[in-house]
């Protein structure tokens, strides 16, 4: 019996990881469960993540909590190598670009244990921003490559990573939104916010360059005023944002706004049909860009660069700088009816997983 650790640290590694630990239920000699670091960790939404998922609750939880950079990653560090030694395993695999992603493969490297990265190569040339450093040096230091896109594979080769150890096979992220769907059709969240298919704009906005400073969240509620003249517009709002707009004293400027509809963060169904069935979305996520691509739904991105370019080359995506008169100019353009083709990028197809897990089940057995 093989055994393997998925980590998860936060909410987008759910929607990553459970469709993996479904392929691994197929494979009777690989023994495969969750450690998850609680980098990042509501109850009531890691609850809600598991059942609409149909995950199994992590065997370890490492409590890690919040901190600066250095504090989360050593952190993690220290308690996942305890976890290491307990555990033994034959394989670690990490998702996407979080702090936890890092200090995992870090930990489990150095104990010589081989490191999987499930969503490797994606790079948006922006070295400033946390994420684009961690899937650097993760990236740089693992055994097996797991890419969504053609980016991720040029990104590798260009950065000399063994050819031999990437393997293009698709979007876990999609694997999960291919589940949920045929899950939706109890979902009542339209009925209980009182929203109508296509008549509201869904945005959500997180990132500390777009919400850290006083000027563009002030410029960001312009906008959304901008928006509820012509739609309604739901804003399922990250704690992150919600305590800056209370810190600059914005909280009169957005009650003010009318036709605004303000939720707490929602479960993975909840958001997945407020995102089908909305008009568009403006977000500055990462993975949203993917998800409206895979659902034909529009997408307007506001940050100054991307790591998911597929979604802009192939999707439904448009990335505009983050400033008031670029976004203005886009969103009227969409409030318009102006929008553009998009296609669904190749191997998005539901399978991701499959493919993952036969290749880690084929590497595992020739490491007997």
Not at 86 to 102: A, R, W, Y
Request: glycine share 6%; aromatic share 6%; hydrophobic share 35%.
């Amino acid at each position: 019996m093989k055994k393997v650790i998925s980590v998860v640290g936060a909410r987008p590694n759910f929607m990553k990881v459970a469709p993996i630990h479904r392929a691994f239920e197929k494979y009777p000699n690989i023994e495969h469960f969750l450690v998850h670091t609680g980098q990042h960790y509501d109850k009531n939404m890691s609850d809600a993540f598991f059942q609409d998922l149909e995950m199994p609750h992590p065997k370890h939880f490492l409590s890690v909590g919040s901190g600066t950079h250095a504090q989360q990653t050593a952190k993690v560090m220290v308690e996942f190598e305890r976890i290491l030694e307990l555990e033994k395993p034959d394989l670690v695999i990490v998702v996407g670009d979080v702090n936890s992603t890092v200090a995992c493969s870090l930990t489990a490297v150095k104990l010589h244990i081989p490191v999987a990265h499930v969503e490797s190569g994606l790079r948006s040339g922006d070295r400033e921003v946390p994420e684009e450093i961690n899937r650097l040096v993760t990236d740089s230091i693992c055994d097996i490559a797991f890419v969504t896109e053609e980016s991720g594979k040029r990104n590798l080769l260009n950065e000399n990573y063994p050819e031999k150890n990437i393997h293009f096979v698709g979007n876990t992220m999609i694997d999960s939104q291919h589940f949920a769907l045929r899950k939706l059709a109890g979902n009542n969240v339209l009925e209980r916010l009182g929203l109508t298919s296509k008549g509201y704009v869904l945005s959500t906005v997180h990132r500390p360059s777009n919400v850290d400073n006083k000027e563009q969240m002030s410029d960001l509620l312009d906008i959304f005023e901008l928006i509820s003249k012509r739609r309604t517009v739901v804003i399922p709002m990250h704690p992150r944002t919600k305590k800056n707009i209370e810190n600059f004293g914005l909280t009169e400027k957005l009650e003010s706004i009318e036709n605004l509809v303000i939720t707490e963060p929602l479960g993975y169904l909840d958001f997945l049909n407020l995102m089908k069935n909305c008009d568009f979305v403006m977000t500055d996520s990462g993975g949203i860009q993917e998800e409206t691509t895979a659902l034909g739904v529009d997408c307007i991105t506001i940050r100054t660069t991307t790591e998911r370019p597929s979604t802009i080359e192939l999707g439904t995506n448009i990335l505009v700088q983050p400033n008031k008169n670029d976004i203005e100019k886009a969103v009227n353009r969409y409030l318009s009816g102006d929008r553009k083709d998009g296609s669904i990028p190749y191997l998005w197809d539901g399978n991701a997983a499959e493919r993952i897990a036969e290749v880690i089940s084929n590497r595992l057995s020739e490491s007997k």
